[in-house]
């Protein structure tokens, strides 16, 4: 199904009770392309524009599938200003995984009780910057996986609000590097988690369990994520003691005053143009039913992408074409340094040619051509597609690399001496500039004179 904007009556046939004003996905076709030019010709490229209407109505979608849920958005897939900003005031919680992260949250004017901060090996000064902020907000919630984090903490005096992160033994994610649930790196083992809640409560305010399975559970992965949900929901019942214990160690333990079960976000975007949208209120109803009767504990989830990805695209301008026996090359202006996850989990990332070149007829009325297009970056992997089947580029077009909303500026560097680019977000019609392009001076300013002095 493709869901256009201001589609028909059956433009949103599933999904359930999302009106057509939004729809479950927008796809790149759906953006106007008038418009896209009008953002590359007054900002120039490459240029991320995001657009906080749509940022909005994913906070909706969410909120109205999770209606009795927490719902917390994970803030590094998008750290803009604008994006945290309007993810506040649609009323979801910030699920920070660092001290920046926690400090813009805060900036963006999240009240403490809705700040979580989730430690994975937190470095010193992460952790000394969280306990001083939660002497100021004590309504905050740090998450911890390993018994050294929680020494950590109680070593400099923290008390306050604790979660507990999990290690489910169950993963799920679109590429291995972003299956988080089974890693060893993230949470206490499964086995042992109600020995070190129990311990734990006797330092901290315990508050919740957490497990994140990954990122990317799409409509194939619904099984990992039932069997995640349903072993967070019986670690639960045994903590609260609404159960009886199984191993004979914790029976008769006093049960913790747990509020919440949070099992992470990871839910799926579209990112091919075939892609089904998540029928979201599905994965909420089996998310319900696998986590079972909370005794009256909260069910909490941390999705991110799904925020914020398809409410975003790169634009970039072609500036070299060069045919080869194999398949067209299409030089473009951005390259992995802008727009990291092609080059670093092959993600794919459909690609809008919107024309513009000079002389050039409308790319519908080009010949579909298979072509690779490749960033200005001295790497071979630097490349968002190759011998894709497209509109034929022509020197001077405007292309949109799609579903760019969600970790996209946010992995953004500045390899090769590249300044980072432009973001505009759009509002109610409007457009503005929300990150300044970096200019090749912005790369040397935290560079100091050599202890030899100038040679
Ligand atoms: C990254 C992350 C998320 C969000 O993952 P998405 O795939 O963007 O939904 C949620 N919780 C934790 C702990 C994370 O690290």
């Not at 090749?440 to 002095?453: I, K, M, Q």
């Amino acid at each position: 199904m493709t869901a256009t904007e201001g589609g028909g009556p059956d433009a949103n046939a599933s999904g359930g009770d999302e009106s057509d004003a939004n729809p479950t996905v927008r796809r790149t076709d759906d953006w106007d392309a008038g418009r896209l030019h009008d953002l590359a010709d007054e900002h120039d490229t490459p240029l991320y524009v995001q657009d906080l209407d749509r940022v909005r109505e994913n906070c909706e979608r969410l909120l109205a599938a999770f209606p009795d849920a927490d719902v917390r958005y994970a803030v590094k897939a998008h750290t803009g200003r604008a994006v945290l900003e309007t993810v506040r005031d649609a009323g979801l919680d910030a699920e920070c995984a660092s001290a920046g992260e926690l400090d813009r949250a805060l900036a963006a004017g999240f009240d403490g009780d809705r700040l979580h901060y989730t430690a994975v090996n937190p470095p010193a000064r992460d952790l000394d910057y969280v306990v001083d902020v939660a002497e100021s907000e004590p309504a905050l919630t740090v998450t911890a996986g390993a018994v050294d984090t929680l020494d950590r903490l109680a070593e400099r005096g923290y008390d306050g609000r604790l979660c507990l992160r999990v290690n489910p033994g169950v993963g799920a994610g679109h590429h291995e590097k972003v299956t988080t649930g089974s890693a060893p790196k993230f949470g206490v083992p499964y086995g042992r988690a109600v020995r070190v809640a129990r311990e734990s409560a006797e330092r901290f305010d315990v508050v919740g369990v957490h497990a994140h399975a990954g990122s990317g559970i799409d409509p194939d992965q619904l099984d990992s994520h039932r069997e995640l949900v349903s072993r967070m929901g019986d670690l639960a019942r045994e903590l609260i003691g609404v159960e009886p214990a199984d191993d004979a160690g914790s029976r008769g333990a006093d049960p913790l005053d747990l509020e919440y079960v949070d099992v992470g976000g990871g839910f799926g975007v579209p990112y091919r143009e075939d892609d089904e949208p998540l029928d979201l209120p599905a994965v909420a109803e089996a998310t319900r039913d696998a986590v079972g009767d909370l005794g009256g504990l909260t069910l909490a989830v941390e999705p991110g992408r799904y925020v914020v990805a398809d409410a975003g695209v790169l634009l970039t301008r072609v500036n070299t074409v060069k045919p080869t026996p194999a398949e067209t090359v299409v030089g473009v202006d951005a390259g992995m340094t802008d727009l990291l996850r092609p080059a670093m989990y092959d993600a794919y990332h459909p690609i809008r040619n919107l024309g513009g070149a000079d002389g050039e007829p409308a790319p519908a009325d080009r010949g579909v051509e298979p072509a690779t297009v490749a960033g200005p970056i001295c790497e071979t992997g630097d490349a968002f597609c190759t011998g894709r089947a497209m509109a034929r580029p022509a020197r001077g077009d405007l292309l949109a690399v799609g579903v760019a909303g969600a970790y996209g500026y946010e992995m953004a560097n500045q390899y090769n001496s590249r300044p980072r680019p432009a973001e505009v977000a759009l509002a109610d019609g409007e457009a503005s500039v929300v990150r300044r392009r970096e200019l090749v001076a912005d790369l040397t300013t935290v560079e100091r004179e050599s202890p030899g002095g100038k040679r």
